[in-house]
């Protein structure tokens, strides 16, 4: 459907997300989403009514349900309930982030386009920089997470607060960017995503 809405008016695409979930990110070997979305960010209903087709898609398929909702009733029924609209402001400018499934087995960050729209199964470290991504995909930090996150059966439920938050990056890193940790980073997701392509093998 998402095809056939840019084909009819390319203008659509304005519109139109990917969409990936915890799952995707860690089964897919080439962790692309399979889904698309309509997002009208945080727009008024007046500019998103301009987008004709999705906009008819979204009122015909979410206004009643969320206007019944009185939980939700009074927010605006055209826009996600929790867009989370910092987050897309932080890396709309970014070539990269990096995102790990909210439940998961191993603890793994991967590097993922910013113009996806991230479901609520995922994390998002909004920076681009393989430095600090070599902190947080290492041993070191999740044995951290495993400590201070929780867990469901055995898979590691990843706390922000508990275990980002709380872990101590080294000292001055954040300031100044280390290219020697960065380029270890890299190389370590490059080669990573080889051997999952290789393979065809998910995290």
Same mark, same amino acid.
């Given at each position: 459907e998402a095809d056939r809405l840019r084909f009819a008016d390319p203008g659509n695409a304005e519109v139109l997300f990917l969409t990936i979930n915890g799952q995707e990110v860690n089964s897919e070997p080439d962790q692309k989403p399979r889904r698309s979305i309509i997002s009208f960010q945080d727009w008024s209903i007046e500019r998103a009514a301009t987008y004709a087709a999705p906009?008819?898609?979204? $009122? #015909? =398929?979410?206004?009643?349900?969320?206007?019944?909702?009185? #939980?939700?009733? !009074? =927010?605006?029924?055209? =826009? /996600? $309930?929790r867009a989370r609209n910092e987050i897309y402001r932080a890396i709309r400018t970014l070539p990269r982030c990096f995102v790990a499934a909210a439940t998961t087995k191993y603890l793994n960050f991967s590097a993922a386009p910013t113009n996806y729209v991230f479901l609520n199964t995922v994390y998002v470290f909004?920076?681009?920089? %393989?430095? =600090? /991504?070599?902190?947080?995909?290492?041993?070191? !930090? $999740?044995? %951290?997470?495993?400590k201070y996150s929780g867990a469901l059966k055995q898979d590691l439920r990843y706390s922000p607060s508990k275990c980002f938050e709380t872990f101590a990056f080294p000292e001055g890193l954040w300031q100044t960017a280390n290219p020697s940790l960065a380029t270890l980073g890299e190389r370590y997701h490059e080669h990573r995503k080889s051997l999952m392509l290789s393979l065809w093998l998910g995290l």
């Amino acid at each position: 459907e998402a095809d056939r809405l840019r084909f009819a008016d390319p203008g659509n695409a304005e519109v139109l997300f990917l969409t990936i979930n915890g799952q995707e990110v860690n089964s897919e070997p080439d962790q692309k989403p399979r889904r698309s979305i309509i997002s009208f960010q945080d727009w008024s209903i007046e500019r998103a009514a301009t987008y004709a087709a999705p906009f008819e898609i979204v $009122e #015909r =398929l979410v206004k009643a349900e969320r206007l019944a909702n009185s #939980r939700v009733a !009074h =927010l605006p029924w055209w =826009l /996600y $309930e929790r867009a989370r609209n910092e987050i897309y402001r932080a890396i709309r400018t970014l070539p990269r982030c990096f995102v790990a499934a909210a439940t998961t087995k191993y603890l793994n960050f991967s590097a993922a386009p910013t113009n996806y729209v991230f479901l609520n199964t995922v994390y998002v470290f909004t920076t681009d920089r %393989w430095d =600090l /991504y070599a902190v947080v995909q290492s041993t070191i !930090h $999740e044995v %951290w997470a495993r400590k201070y996150s929780g867990a469901l059966k055995q898979d590691l439920r990843y706390s922000p607060s508990k275990c980002f938050e709380t872990f101590a990056f080294p000292e001055g890193l954040w300031q100044t960017a280390n290219p020697s940790l960065a380029t270890l980073g890299e190389r370590y997701h490059e080669h990573r995503k080889s051997l999952m392509l290789s393979l065809w093998l998910g995290l």
